[in-house]
Structures are given as structure tokens and as C-alpha cells.
């Protein structure tokens, strides 16, 4: 094994513990749902870890995401602590967004997290404007924008996409096709075989990588990310994938074909990995079950911390609702 | 003494002057539109940017209003200030998600980590013949989604101001700029001024009903006001300027002097901007203060129609204002 090999490998250890730290994640807020901790809902990304977490692994400090409603493995592979982040879901002052946001809008600016969104595809142009702000600004930074197979056929994907490839806006567009809506297969909602064939027709690389393989999908994340780098314009990225827990802890009926579900079982990110630092002779299974335990642990603070904090004041809620200006005096808005 | 310079300037004169001198002053300006660069606009309102300030910063874009707003609002987290001119305003309806579901909201859902200045500015092409597609009056859709500051000017001199400091402002504005007003002449200081948001303008003086009417309404006002003070009633004419947030010290300040409301408005009368006045006006006034039951007069609840006789009878007229002060006065 070559220098660059071990290295890569011990690298993979970390990219095991993230996956692994997504994984633990979203089985405690399904646990804290069920509880009637969490609100609303959790949309877990149990499933698509390699994803995130090949995609940021691609990224440099200084680089911006934005995420979708599934979007909790993004922020923690982009390097989001988990106790804010558990806090924000338990709706906690000391969430990253005051528990203002919740699961579907985490936003933290100093971990390049541009925030959630819970429209589908609609943080496309924002981070089209935000990545060639930051180029306007001398910056050398990328913005990767993550969204659904479903957001490929929303109006503001054409738009978006068009508009960067015109703008030659430092922007990656990460599509993770994980092939169903709620209820709806993705044979339904598109016609064509790969939704990174759409790239095109906006006159820039369109992608196939393989979802569940994080070292694919590092690799692609990682060339589209120097090509708007040098100022050569966005990418899409299409990442197959399935997730293989039930849309979201709000809508838990599964109408998917049981046999599909366990092929994409043993497809499972986690376990691919896994097999490959084991059989590469990188690590032991031993010490891969250490670090899922490390990972459970990790989560298991973060939630008593975050049920341990309290609940915003009731008069929070009208903050922020406006940036300070002179004018923001009481009355003035209703 | 040295005298202040002042010329007369058109209102799309003004808001030219007032993108130039804030682009000259801060680097963290652009603006992005269709047909803004190249052709400066289809008003003029963008004219010889491009050629000042270069492709990178002047930007003629596709047409996608969904995505220059949401591109507006994405520059605006990063620290620009982007100004997006939507050619016709009814054209927002395109782009409503981008603006009230990210611009506005983004800051308050982020807890406050994130300030969003952007500028969404663009005409209203009522009066003209331009049909049901290009002639809405819509500012009450902006007042209601928190979040958003709504400004709509009535004249060179407060157009100017005002967009200088809703560019300088750390929060997302929708500009709202009457089509009819851009070849109106005012006059314009040549010094660098500020007009502030939140602050109503009276445009005229009177003692006996207050008319509150922004944009072009104003002008209606006060033709109305004029008219009637040959009949010996003076009408005060109220010009909010900043739709949200709203002078209501100056506003319920009027009214409890004259006793008597008239909210003017040219868009469509239910849910409209004129019932929002009336009814912030009774949060602050007693029943007892006021004279006369408080008017609304607005446009009628249709679509703007293109013929001409059509959209006269569904746009307020000055004889609507003229009737509602008479009946306010008669009371």
C-alpha cells in the first residue's frame, strides 16, 4: 500500500464517523418525534450520507452549502456541532436559529451553512446570487446547492441553472435522486433516464455518480468544485441514491415494493464503506463499531443537552423579523 | 449665503442618480434586470450604468424573475447589496416565492445570523392601456408578509432619498414605482440627500379631512384637494411615502386634527392598502376623535381592463375623491 493509500484510508475513517454521525442522528430525532420532542417533522437522510458527506469532504473552509427540508446530513458533514443542532430540532433557545427555524431551516453562517430550505429546489438561486457575490468579492469560493430529485422539475431549477451557467456563477448543483416523492416514483415525475442529462440545456457538465460511494462522490464534488473554482462555471451533479427509511416522521406509511427496499438495504452507504476499510485491511470491524459507538455517544449528549435547555421567551418571537435600522421602533409595523 | 443647488429632474432621472451615486459609494452595489444594461432599462431608470460600472455589477439577465429575485436575495446573504428590477411589477407574481418565502423570511428563520439588504424595484403601468397583466396595483401584498419594507414614492425629490436608503437599508425592500410618474419633473437637490424610511410626508395642509394616499394617488389627492378648496374645504393630503413600516404618528396625527379619513389607493378594494390605514388609524384614535366615518377609495374589485372606459371606471377617479370628502364633510 502507497503512502497517498494509507492516507486516503485513514481519511475514510472520518468520512465512516460522519456517516455514521448522520445515521445516529436521524434514528435519535425519529426517537425524539415518536417522543413529542421534535414538531412538525423530520425528513431523515438515513440512506444518502455518502452524499453530504463526499460532496463537503470536497469543499475548502470559506465554501458554502445550502440544504433542503432532508437536511440535517448536510449540516453535520458540513461541520455543524451537534448539540445546537439537536437543539434547534427540540425547538431550544439554544439551537443555532433560537428555535426559530427547526429541522427544515437550519442556517449557521460560521460553518458556511447558507440554510435549509423547505421549498423544493428553492435555494437554487440563492445560491447562484450568493456564489457569484462572493466572486464579485474577490472570493475564492464555491457554493454547492443540494436538492431532491423532485426539485429537477420545479420552474426554479431551469431558471437557476440557466442563470449560473450564463453568469458563470461558482456554483455546484448537487441533485440527490433518491427516486421516490412521498408516495410517488420518479418514473411518474421525469421521462428521461438521468436528470444530469438536463445539464445540457443549460451548456454545462451534467454528472452521474453513484450515491451510496462516498469516494465517487468526493471524487466528482471535487472536480466540479475546481471547475467553478477557476471560473469555469457550475456542475450537476446527480447522485443515485434511495432513501431507505419512510419520507418523513410526519407521513411514516411506506408504499414502497418491500423487495426494492431490501436491494437498496444491502446497497446501504455505511455498510459499503465499511466493507471496503475492512477488506483493504485500513481498519478492523472492531474498530469500525467503535466509531459508530463514538458516533451514537456523540448524539446521545447532544440530545440531553439540547432536552436539558430551555425554550425560547415567549417575546422572541417578534425579534428579528427586521435587520436593526433607524426606523425599527415600536408601532411602526402593524 | 451660498444658495443650494437645485435642478429639475424626472423621477426615472432621479432614481438613476440615486443607483449611480450608491453604486459610486459602495462596491458591494449591483444591479440586475432584464433589459437593464444594454438598453438601460425600459424606463431609463438604469441608463449608463453598464457603462460606468461594467458587465460584472450591471447585469442584463435572462427572463427568470423567480431566479434574479432569489439571486438578489443569495448576494444580499453574502454582504452585496443587489438591486433587481422587475420590468413591470405585476410580473412579482413570478418571483413571490423567492421574496416572501426566502428574502423576507430568511433572516427571522436563520434567528438572526443573516441580514438580507436586497431591493426589489420595478413599475406599476396603470392608466396606460397595458391590461390586466401589466397594470396591478399590488402593494398590499408586500404589507402583509412580514419581514419586507414597502416604499412607493410620488415624487422625484422622495424618490431619489428613498432609494438611496432602501439600498443602504439591512432589509429586503420592494420599490414600487408608478409608470406615469417617471416623466413627472420635481425637484432635486444636487447635494447628496437622504429621504428616510418610516417617515410620511405632508404634501399639503388643511384643516377640515386628511387624504392619505402614496404614488400616483398622491397626485390625485391633491388635484382633489385643490378643487375643493374653492369651496372653501382644505383638505390635508397625506403621503405615507413607506407603505411598511407606516407613519402612523403623522398619519393619526392628521386625522385627529381634521377629524376626518380618506384612504386613497389604486389597488383592488378588498384586503387593500386604504383598509389597512383605516384600520391602523382606528388603533390609534378613539371613535370620538373622529368627525365623519372614515373613507376608502380605491380601485373596484376587478381586473384592470384595457379599453380605455373600462379602466377609468375600475381605477379610482378624482370624482370618487371628490364624493368621498363631500359625504365626509356632509356627516
Known sequence: MTAVETKQLAGLQQSYLTMQRIRAFEAKAMELFASKYIRG???????????????CEALRDGDYITSTHRGHGHCIAKGLELRPMMAEITGRASGYCKGRGGSMHITAMRHGMLGADAIVAGSLAMATGAAYGLRLQGKDAVVVAFFGDGGAQQGIFHEAANLASVLDAPVVFV?????????????????????????AGYGFPGIVVDGNDVVAVREVAGRAAERARAGEGPTLIEAKTYRITPHSAATPTDNRDPGELAHWRERDPIGRLAKHLVESGATTEARLEELAEQARAEVEDAAAWALDSPYPEPAEALEDVYAPADWLTPGRLA | MSTVAVRELTMAE?????LREEMEADDSVLVIGEDIARHGGLFRVTAGLLDEFGPQRVIDSPISEAAITGFGAGGALVGCRPVVELQISDFVSLAMDQLVNHAAKWRYMSGGQVSVPLVVRGPISNAIGMAAQHSQTLEAWFVHAPGLVVIMPSTAYDAKGLLKSAIRDDNPVVFLEKRLLYSR???VPADEYLVPIGVADVKRE?????????????????????QLARDGIEVEVVDPRTLKPLDMETIAGSVAKTGRLIALNEGARAGGFASEVVAR?????????????????????????????????VLPSLNDVLESVRRAMSE
Open chain 1, 41 to 55: 417533522s423530520v425528513h431523515p437522510y438515513t440512506g444518502q450520507e455518502a452524499i453530504a458527506v463526499g460532496v
Open chain 2, 281 to 313: 388609524t382606528l388603533d390609534h384614535l378613539s371613535v370620538t376623535d373622529l368627525r365623519a366615518t372614515p373613507l376608502r377609495v380605491t380601485a373596484k374589485d376587478a381586473p384592470i381592463p384595457y379599453s380605455a372606459s373600462l379602466e377609468r371606471e
Open chain 2, 14 to 18: 432621479a432614481l438613476n442618480e440615486a
Open chain 2, 206 to 226: 388643511g384643516r377640515d379631512a386628511t387624504i392619505v394616499a402614496a404614488g400616483a394617488a398622491t397626485h390625485l389627492a391633491l388635484q382633489a384637494a385643490r
Open chain 2, 185 to 187: 419633473k420635481g425637484s
Open chain 1, 175 to 199: 441533485c440527490e435522486n433518491n427516486q421516490w416523492a412521498i408516495s410517488t416514483p420518479i418514473s411518474c415525475a421525469i421521462r428521461i433516464d438521468n436528470i444530469a442529462d438536463r445539464a
